[in-house]
Every structure is written in C-alpha cells, then in structure tokens.
C-alpha cells in the first residue's frame, strides 16, 4: 500500500517484501487506482465505504527463483523483480488467482505483462480526456421482431473511449438516460397501440434530455439505439433539437460492438423516380438501402395515385452492412437531404409522405433528423406486416 519511505509486495503465502515507495506510487497512478485484472476501485472499502488502500502490489516474475515462486523460473533479472516493470496493483482476489499454482500456465508472464499494459494504456487514455471530451449517453432499447436486445453500459464505455470521449453524469446522477421499449406489449404483431405506446415512451424520456440542451446543460450527446425501425425515425426528428450527436450503430460483426468501421468503401447514393402519379401532391418514398423494397407490394392507396421515389445506393446492391463507416451515413444523410428538397420543389402543395424505410439503424435516426419539421411535410412511416408479404402504417412524425 502507498505511504512511507517504502510499501509492500505481497507473496503468494502471505510474505512480504519492501518495494521503494517512489516504485510503488508509480504502479498506483499507472493503474489509476484500480485492480489490473477486475478493474476494482482500490481506494475504498466496499462493505464500509472508508477510504483505505486495499490493493496489493504482485510480482508479474516472482521475487524468488525458489521452488514454489510463482513465474519465478523466468529469466528476468532478480535484480529488477521489485520495478515498477515486474509489478502490477491488484484486489487481493486477483491477487491469489493469478499466484495459484494450478494457474500459473494461465497467468503466465507474457500474459499477465499485456493484461498490465492493456490496463495502464486504458487509464492513461481516460485520464487524458478533457472537460470538452465529456458527452451524454443515450439509449434506446426495445425488442425486433420479438427479439431482445442488449445493451450493456461496459459496451457503451468501450465505444466512447475509442472515440475519445468519456461518459457525462448529468441526468438523474447516471452517466447514461436509457428509454427501454422492451416492456411495451404488441411489438411482436405491431399492433397500433405498440406504436402509440412506443411514440408516447419516446416523448416522455427525452423530455427531461431536451430541457438540458435548452439550459446548455448538455452540448453533446452520443446515441447507442437498437430498436423498430419506425421507432428510430422517430428518435430522430427529436434529436434534430441537439446540436452535437454522435450516432454508434450496432455492429454484426468484429472486435467493435457498436461504432463505425474506421475505414471502408466509398459508398454514394441517389434517387431516382419510379412511377408518377396521377396527383402531384402526392409524394410516397422508398429507402432500399439494407434491403430492397418492392413497390408492387406498397398499400393500393400508394400505387393508385403517389409519385414513387426511392432512395438506394448508386452502384452497389442494398444490404445491410452498407453504411458501416461515418462517412457513408454522411453520403446517405446527404442524398435524403436533396430528395427532401427536390420534392418541396417539384411538389408543392404535399401534404405528408408515406415512407417505407429498408435502412440501418443509423440511417433511420438520420432520416428523422434531418427532417425539418417547420419546413417539410410530416412522414408516414410504413413497416412490413408481420404475418404478409404488404406494408401498414405505423406512426407519422407530425408534431
């Protein structure tokens, strides 16, 4: 433990060994306070909550070349065992697995050498974030199709940290305001009462989030959301209020669990005019873009008098890992943006827009936010019925 002109190293049996103090505060603060292994806060006393050290110094290379020191056979120098190089803070639990002798293969040196460096790299990441780096985590979580999903907060750090940023903790004292729709009953046959309820669950937790950005209490906010597709849409045209927001879709595959690829294909996309209708005021939009959608399938309403447009990439065949970096949601926040504005101009007098969306995650929370509601007419947003092969209406974002 820090303190005096030297601290201790703990053994396997309890033994102990003085390490110069100046060593041992330079594996605290590389650690930053915190067990390597579990990541334990080792300034506290859990049961009590009394500020006293509780971590332990280990040997990565045991201290002794004896029988019985755990690593001790290992060629580094017994000179250099009691370095800040050969020494990794530790809970006392940790601390007794990885010097147990049946787990010695386990912990090995190289092993327990990356799991060291992992951790002080992790801390010394963290610590070096700034006040401007801060941002507020929102999630949004429901059922697909009658399938949970998941969200943990250890995911959401991960996601920040490699984005160079740290979770804030100003609503309700947590560094994260969750909306959860997976206890709204109807999603599996996407009863109207669902989509009511959904929209009604949607308002009600972001009001308080919204009342932040208005007082400058919240500048950035970073959005973590799995849920309907409609309900997405819907997430967006109220996070169209907050000037800074980041977007971390969930990933299907890789070593990321949500966020962008760093790197990928360029990827454009257009619009183009499928069928005029006989009535230029109405306007109806298809997004193919994880999938495609086929207008022989759209409501009799739609077919019989809408001008159908639909959005889709240029050159590449829609699947659902077409917007797997940033820049490929910027280029389809882009295209929407333009067809939005084309039809203002070439039809005006339009009401509101039935739109039937085969998108990502990401690209539904742009569609809806960069919808101006002051300007353009509200969508109608469409979904696939569940038990037939047609679309049904599900929610409009009219205010």
């Not at 859990?46 to 001790?72: D, F, K």
């Not at 040196?109 to 401007?132: N, S």
């Not at 940023?165 to 996407?190: K, N, Q, T, V, Y």
């Amino acid at each position: 433990m820090p303190g005096g002109a030297t601290t201790r190293a703990f053994g396997p049996k309890g033994e102990t060994r003085t390490v110069p103090d100046t060593v041992a505060r330079q594996v605290w603060v590389a650690a930053g306070g915190r067990c390597t292994i579990c990541n334990r806060y080792l300034l506290a006393d859990n049961v009590t909550g009394q500020e006293v050290p509780i971590g332990q110094l280990a040997h990565i290379v045991g201290w002794s070349t004896a029988p019985g020191s755990p690593r001790g056979d290992h060629d580094f120098p017994v000179e250099q065992r009691n370095s800040a190089e050969n020494l990794m803070l530790l809970c006392h639990d940790q601390h007794r697995v990885i010097d147990h002798k049946s787990l010695w293969e386990v912990f090995d040196v190289d092993t327990l050498l990356a799991m060291k460096r992992r951790h002080e790299e992790r801390i010394r990441k963290l610590t070096g974030l700034g006040h401007e780096s801060r941002t507020t985590v929102l999630r949004v979580v429901g059922h697909i199709h009658g399938r949970p999903v998941e969200l943990t907060s250890a995911s959401v750090t991960t996601a920040l940290l490699a984005n160079n940023r740290f979770p804030d903790s100003i609503l309700r004292g947590a560094d994260e305001f969750e909306i959860d729709l997976r206890a709204i009953p109807g999603e599996p046959i996407s009863s109207l009462a669902y989509w009511a309820a959904a929209r009604n669950h949607l308002e009600d937790g972001l009001r308080h989030l919204c009342t932040q950005v208005r007082k400058e209490a919240v500048n950035h906010v970073s959005v973590f959301a799995l849920a309907r597709i409609p309900v997405l849409v819907l997430l967006g045209t109220y996070l169209d209020k907050m000037l800074q927001v980041d977007i971390y879709p969930k990933r299907r595959e890789g070593k990321k669990v949500w966020g962008f690829d760093d790197f990928g294909a360029t990827v454009r996309f257009g619009s183009e005019i499928l069928r005029v209708g006989k009535d230029p005021t109405r306007v109806a939009i298809l997004c193919s873009i994880s999938g495609s959608i086929d207008i022989n399938r759209l409501p009799p309403e739609v077919l019989d008098s809408h001008t159908i447009y639909e959005l889709r990439p240029n050159t590449m065949l829609p699947t659902p890992e077409l917007i797997s970096t940033k820049a490929a949601l910027d280029q389809f926040s882009q295209a929407w943006r333009i067809l939005l504005s084309t039809i203002e101009v070439d039809h005006p007098g339009v009401s509101a827009i039935p739109i039937f969306p085969a998108v990502p995650p990401a690209a539904a929370i742009s569609i809806g936010r960069h919808l101006l509601r002051a300007a353009h007419p509200p969508l109608h947003i469409y979904d696939r019925a569940p038990s037939s092969p047609g679309y049904f209406f599900t929610a409009s974002t009219e205010a």
